[in-house]
């Protein structure tokens, strides 16, 4: 085993024996009854406090990394005890202080349980140079304060007692992350319009992208609010939507994206398509997606305009690993000769069709998905 493998993720100390239970004020505390919290009293340790048991130890490294002392909760980590690579963890932990999302303000920090963990004391026994007598792993509910808003914080933190004096420290972000509620109306489309149903956990969301330079302009941070990107004043590309907690989007805290988006150009303009010589599609089961030129990025299954006589190169790629090829058919949908591609069935394979453009072709399809991968091709004299 891995002597550090139990120390490290995101469960601080109890990583094997937590995975998936270390969420930040989404899950409810364990019940499980262990450690009395009044525990075996220990001895002072290097910043003078005396640690008297696993519920001390932990509140203690919290509000330690709350108030931004990552010094002082880096000596409550026993990383000077470790066989070996001690100093690196120690450094690795240290970057990790320095990382999470720091509030304003912790108003409590309540011990819920600290329950004894047999599978962490054997594994801390082979782990560490010093008499391991307990392990704990401890659950606090955090009342934080951020941006003028309270949150309930649940914490996880695994905590040791070597020679007799407690060591704890946590892998979880402090604040626990922002949620909200958004309706996005018109994804793929012209104009797709954002309205927030509600925010329980955020300040507010507002928007990234392609066409947008400044967030600050693209904010709601109220229920019922709403705006539209078009085509026309931010542009085609990918857009996402984020709910944050922080004064505003040059001052976040914390952000989770919460919905991503495509604005699409029109592909019915046939002056645009004059200039372009090169097509380039994303190929999946569901169906045939536009990348390029402009006009067809984000379309599934874009219509084509193609100048009769010239020479085109059609590239895709193989987005899902299904089993695809392009191929172009006439208008009895027999394939014709020498327009269409082998069958791929990699993730991420590229092929390119050149092909020169006649009359004869009226549609393009992948042959394994005929129903749902298929798309027209309009013919343009210029």
Known sequence: ???????????????????????????????????????????????????????????????????????????????????????????????????????????????????????????AREMFDADVNDAAIVTYTVDLEVVGNRYDSSINVGTLELDGEWYAEFRQDLVPGPRAIVDVDGDRSRSVEITVSSLPRANGVYVRGDGIDDPSAYVLDEAGETLSITADEEGIGGYTVIAYIGDAPSDVRTGVDVETFRVVGETADEASWEDVYEIELEGLTGGWVGVSPGQIAGVENPTLRLVEGREYDLTWTNVDG????????????????????????????????TFTATDEIVQYYCDSHQNLMRGDIEIMEV
């Open 1 to 123: 085993m891995d002597r550090r493998q139990v120390l490290l993720g995101s469960g601080a100390m109890v990583t094997s024996v937590l995975a998936g239970c270390t969420g930040n004020g989404d899950d409810e505390p364990a019940t499980d009854d262990g450690v009395d919290d009044e525990g075996d009293a220990g001895s002072e340790d290097e910043t003078g406090v005396v640690l008297e048991s696993a519920c001390d130890a932990g509140e203690a490294v919290i509000e330690a990394v709350a108030a931004g002392e990552h010094d002082e909760a880096i000596a409550y980590s026993p990383h000077q005890h470790f066989h070996e690579g001690g100093e690196r963890y120690r450094d690795d932990l240290h970057r990790h202080y320095e990382s999470v999302t720091h509030p304003d303000e912790v108003h409590a920090v309540v011990c819920e349980n600290n329950a004894s963990d047999e599978r962490l004391l054997a594994d």
């Open 322 to 353: 299904g089993h695809h090829n392009v191929a172009m058919i006439d208008a009895d949908e027999d394939v014709l000769e020498g327009y269409e591609t082998e069958v791929v069935t990699d993730e991420g394979e590229r092929q390119t069709l």
